[in-house]
């Protein structure tokens, strides 16, 4: 597989040494507005295939993206503070993302594109527009890693591995995000009955502090050293792989739902089948109905914001 990636931050660039070493992608190319950038974090990455991998990983422009499976979208400004929230990012990276769609689709036409620029949910739809692509070809990565933070912070609480929590967060990759308690279950026990088994505290409290955590958990991270970057580089890890297997796999990524309740086409994270062709079935997430309500409430402000972005376009 062949994957492309637009901007070597340190998102793009530890996405591309996961991507190389663990030989998902049998070639990566990494284009970048800075040349220089971009050939020195190929070479340094490239000295690590003969111990790792038989990928080959080099720099480039838009035109070597040609044939690419997947090009990942990962340029834009990196939150900071005083800035908290990803929508605050919208205003500095919504016209580089609209370039990068354009030059994207007009490269790579087949390709799946898969968005990590902030905000996700909203670039998505942008790049959507500038690229004409069909829904199933740009997927932003959603609320896969906040997902893995519920799940973390989850199995932190109850001092049971990860592996033995299952727990999602649909929505926004934002504040609006919701994380779905309804179905969060450990080593397959409603977490609820499984607290009581094991004499854990499970109160409203804990819940509101777990869901708050996994919202905030970025901001610590980028306080303490300025971006976070692992844990987006193994969402579109995951992601890449289940296109590589044709796995369909299912997968709370970012994709266009169209006339979602009164939010109109908006890109919302829920469970997605994700296989060679990108993003092939939305399914209909199982949930209680104040999840629902919280739902609709994050689609509207995708869909506002969205709306934003389009004006600002125009």
Known sequence: MKVGIVGVGNVGATTAFLLATSGIADEVVLVNRSLGRSYVEALDIAHAMPMMSSCVVKCGDYGDLADANVVV???????????????DLLGDNIHMCAEMADK???????????????????????????????RGRVISSGTILDSARFTTIIAEHFSVSVESVRADVFGEHGDSQ??????????????????????????????SAIGEKTKSVANEIVDGKSATYYGIAGAVFRICKAIRENSDTVLNVSTLHEDFEDAGDVFL??????????????LPP???QSEREALVRSAMVISEHSELALKILD
């Open 269 to 282: 994270s829920t469970p997605t089948v994700v296989g060679t062709g990108g993003a092939a079935k939305i």
């Open 178 to 207: 919701v994380p779905i308690w309804s179905g969060v279950k450990i080593c397959g026990i409603p977490v609820g009955d499984f607290a009581k088994g094991k004499g854990v505290e499970f109160s409203s409290a804990v819940k």
């Open 73 to 87: 979208m990962a340029c834009g400004c990196r939150r900071k503070v005083p800035i908290k929230n990803r929508l």
């Open 286 to 288: 199982i949930i209680d």
């Open 104 to 134: 994207i689709s007009c490269y790579a036409p087949d390709t799946i594109m898969v968005i990590v620029t902030n905000p996700v949910d909203v670039l998505g739809k942008i790049a959507m527009e500038v690229s004409k692509f069909p």
